[in-house]
C-alpha cells in the first residue's frame, strides 16, 4: 500500500520520517522551496510511505471582488454576502505538491496537530487530495509528542479525521470573519473622517469578537486603579521579643490583632486604651497540627502561559512560541492541552530517567526513582480527551537564551509534580490582651517538591514554645495606621487568567488574541521594575467606554457574547448543533447589535473625544 503522510509544518514532516524509517528515506523536492517529500519503506504495515508537509491553514476566506474595497457597500451586507473560500496564493505551491502527491497514494494519512485547527487544516488537505483522487483512503494520525512509541502507534492505528472539529473551526472562521469587517468598516470609515490622527495613521480601527472583551478588561482594571481613593485605618500592633530553644538570641513573634484593621480612628483608639489598662497577654489556645503545601497539578497551556509570564517575564505568545519549537524539535509534549491530570497508565519513570544526567536537577531525577520518592501527579479537574499535560520527552542539555528557560521551566514543573508535596508542622499561638485576641502561627518546612521547583516558595519562622494559661507582657504594643493599597493594572499573566475564566478564546488563541490588542495600539505595555502591566491608549479608552455609553444587554466590550460563542463550538463538537444553526443564530445576534450600535455611534465619538486625541498615551 502506498500512503501519503501530511503533517502540519515541514519540520515534524522530517521528525516523523527519521523515526519511522529508522533515519533510512530519500528526499525529494517539491514545487514549493521550503517542503521536501520523504520516501521510505514502512515493513511494520507493509507499506511505501511519502511524508511532506503544508505550512499551516491551505485556504483563505474572503469576500468576493464586488464587497472587498472598504467603500464598495454599506459594511451591513457583509453579514449576508457570499464568502468565497480559495486555496491562498502562498499555498498554491504546496496545494501542487499534495496534488501530484495523492494521485499516485492509496491512503492518505494526516499528521497535523491533534487540536480544532489541526481537524480543520487536516480536512483542507483531505479536500485538496480527494479532488486528486477521489477514492484515496482518509486516515488521522494521533499523537501527542515527537517521541518514537507515540510517532510508531499513531501510524500503526490510524483513526477518523473529526469532521465535527473541523465544521466548529469553519464556522468561527466564517462568523468572525463577517463579525470583525462589519464592525471594523463601520468603526474605520466613521472615526478616520473626525480625528486627523487616524487620517494620518490610516490604520483601521479594527473590531475582533475576542479582541474587543479582551480590551475591555484592561480598561476595566484601568478605571478601578484611576478612581482608587485611599483609605486609612488603624491596627494594634503586638509583638513578643523572646529566645527560642534553638537559639539563645530574643526572636521577635509578631501577632496578628483578630479584627485585622479598623476605619474608625476613634473606636480603634478606644480599643487600644483598653489594652493599655490591663497589659498582660494571656495564651487561651496553643494548636499544632501537620500541613503541607502543595505540589503543582499538571502543566496545561493556559497555566504554562499564566505562570511562565509571571516567573519568567516572557509574553504569552513568546512562551508558546518557543514551547513549539520545542515540540517540533522533540523535546517536550504537545504544548497546547487543557488536560491537567495523567493517564493512570503514564510511564514517568522513563521520562524522569532522561532527566539524571542534568547538572542542575539530575539528583532530584535520580531521588525520585529510589524507594519512596515517585508519588504520582495530583488529578486536576481537566480532561480534554487528546493530549496529556506538557511534560519532557527527551533530555536536552545545551539550549540557550528563552529556549532554556522555558524548558527548564516545564522540566521543573514535571518533575516537582511526580515528586511529594512539601511538608511541616504548623503551630498556631492565640493570645488574649486587654479582651481583644491575637494571633501569630508557625510553619516547619520540609521542602520536598520545592527543591526542584525553585519558582515556588514557602516560608517559615521559628518562634518560642507557648503554653496554654502562660502570661507575659508583651514587648512592644503600638496603634499604628496604615492605607489600603490600590488596585494595580494587570499583567498579562492577570488577563490570561480572566480570559481563560471568561470563555475568551482558547487555551491556543488567548495568546494572540492579548498580543492583537498590543498591535493594534489599543493596548499599551509600561514597565514598572521588573514587572510589564498592560495599560488602555486612549483609542482603547474611548471605544470600549463609548460602546458602554449604548448600553448593550450583552456589552461588546464584556465576554458573555464570546462566551455563548465558544460553547456553541463545543457543540459543533459534539454533534449537538450544526455548523450552519450556529452560524445563523450568531450572525442574527450581531445584526441586531450592529444596528443599534450604527445608530448610536455618536456616543462612541462623544465619549473618544472627551479623552483628547485619539492616538495612544505615551
Known amino acids: 500500500m502506498k500512503v501519503l503522510c501530511v503533517a502540519e509544518k515541514p519540520s515534524i514532516a522530517r521528525s516523523i520520517s527519521a523515526i519511522l524509517s529508522g533515519g533510512q528515506f530519500t528526499t525529494r523536492p517539491s514545487a514549493n522551496k521550503y517542503i521536501k517529500n520523504f520516501d521510505f519503506n514502512y515493513p511494520q504495515t507493509n507499506s511505501i510511505y511519502t511524508v511532506t508537509s503544508v505550512s499551516g491553514h491551505l485556504t483563505a476566506h474572503d469576500f468576493g471582488d464586488a464587497y472587498r474595497t472598504w467603500n464598495s457597500c454599506d459594511p451591513f451586507v457583509l453579514f449576508d ?33 491533534c487540536d480544532r485547527e489541526g481537524e480543520h487544516i487536516g480536512s483542507e488537505i483531505a479536500t485538496v487530495c480527494q479532488k486528486a483522487k477521489h477514492n ?30 473541523a465544521n466548529a473551526v469553519e464556522a468561527r472562521i466564517l462568523l468572525d470573519l463577517r463579525i470583525g469587517a462589519a464592525f471594523t468598516r463601520m468603526q474605520t470609515l466613521t472615526l478616520q473622517g473626525r480625528f486627523a ?4 495613521k490610516r490604520d483601521p480601527v479594527s473590531y475582533g469578537p475576542c479582541q474587543f472583551p479582551t480590551l475591555g478588561f484592561v480598561v476595566s482594571r484601568y478605571n478601578q486603579v484611576k478612581s482608587f481613593v485611599p483609605e486609612t485605618f488603624w491596627y494594634i500592633f503586638l509583638s513578643l521579643s523572646r529566645s527560642t530553644s534553638s537559639s539563645s538570641a530574643p526572636e521577635e513573634t509578631q501577632f496578628t490583632w483578630r479584627r ?22 494571656r495564651v487561651v489556645k496553643v494548636v499544632q497540627k501537620p500541613t503541607k503545601k502543595w505540589k503543582p497539578l499538571p502543566l496545561t497551556t493556559v497555566e504554562l502561559q499564566k505562570s511562565g509570564s509571571r516567573l519568567l517575564k516572557l509574553a504569552p505568545k513568546k512562551l508558546l512560541d518557543v514551547a513549539e519549537k520545542l515540540y517540533q524539535k522533540g523535546f517536550l509534549s504537545y504544548p497546547r492541552t487543557e488536560t491537567d491530570q495523567f493517564d493512570p497508565q503514564f510511564d514517568h519513570m522513563s521520562l524522569i530517567r532522561k532527566q539524571k544526567i542534568d547538572p542542575n536537577w539530575g539528583a532530584f531525577a535520580t531521588a525520585l526513582e529510589q524507594a519512596n520518592g515517585f508519588v504520582g501527579p495530583r488529578t486536576g479537574k481537566n480532561n480534554d480527551k487528546a493530549h496529556p499535560p506538557i511534560h519532557p520527552t527527551a533530555h536536552i542539555g545545551n539550549l540557550e537564551g528563552d529556549e532554556r528557560r522555558v524548558y527548564e521551566f516545564i522540566t521543573r514543573r514535571y518533575l516537582a509534580c511526580c515528586s511529594k508535596d512539601a511538608e511541616g508542622w504548623e503551630k498556631n499561638v492565640e493570645v488574649e490582651c486587654g479582651g481583644e485576641r491575637f494571633s501569630a ?17 514557602w516560608y517559615g519562622k521559628v518562634i518560642p514554645d ?17 492605607e489600603t493599597s490600590s488596585p494595580s493594572y494587570l499583567t498579562e499573566a ?34 514598572e ?90
Request: aromatic fraction near 8%; charge should be negative.
Open 81 to 113: 454576502v457570499p464568502i468565497e473560500t480559495k486555496i491562498s496564493t502562498e499555498s498554491k505551491t504546496i496545494e501542487k505538491n499534495l496534488r501530484n502527491e495523492a494521485r499516485g497514494a492509496d491512503m492518505l494519512m494526516i499528521w497535523t496537530d
Open 136 to 165: 484515496i483512503i482518509v486516515k488521522r494520525a494521533r499523537f501527542s509528542a515527537i517521541i518514537a512509541q507515540q510517532i510508531h502507534n499513531a501510524a500503526q492505528h490510524p483513526v477518523e479525521l473529526d469532521r465535527a472539529q
Open 197 to 200: 490622527q487616524l487620517n494620518e
Open 260 to 281: 485585622g484593621h479598623l476605619f474608625d480612628f476613634d473606636v480603634t483608639l478606644a480599643l487600644y486604651q483598653h489594652v493599655l489598662g490591663d497589659p498582660l497577654a
Open 441 to 457: 502561627s508557625l510553619t516547619i518546612l520540609a521542602r520536598n517538591y520545592l527543591d526542584v521547583y525553585i519558582y515556588d516558595k
Open 466 to 482: 507557648f503554653e496554654e494559661g502562660e502570661e507575659f507582657t508583651p514587648t512592644v504594643c503600638e496603634l499604628k495606621e496604615g
Open 494 to 527: 492577570d488577563l490570561v487568567t480572566l480570559m481563560d475564566k471568561n470563555g475568551i478564546g482558547t487555551d491556543a488563541t488567548i495568546a494572540q488574541h492579548i498580543q492583537t490588542i498590543v498591535d493594534r495600539e489599543y493596548v499599551l505595555e509600561r514597565m
Open 529 to 618: 521594575g521588573a514587572t510589564k502591566y498592560l495599560v488602555p491608549s486612549t483609542l482603547g479608552i474611548g471605544l470600549i467606554e463609548g460602546y458602554n455609553q449604548i448600553g448593550f444587554e450583552k456589552s461588546l466590550s464584556k465576554p458573555q457574547l464570546r462566551r455563548e460563542t465558544e460553547r456553541s463550538m463545543v457543540q459543533v463538537c459534539e454533534g449537538t448543533k450544526t455548523k450552519q444553526d450556529m452560524l445563523a443564530q450568531s450572525i442574527e445576534q450581531y445584526k441586531d447589535m450592529y444596528i443599534r450600535a450604527r445608530g448610536e455611534f455618536n456616543k462612541v465619538i462623544t465619549v473618544s473625544s472627551a479623552f483628547g486625541r485619539i492616538d495612544v498615551m505615551r
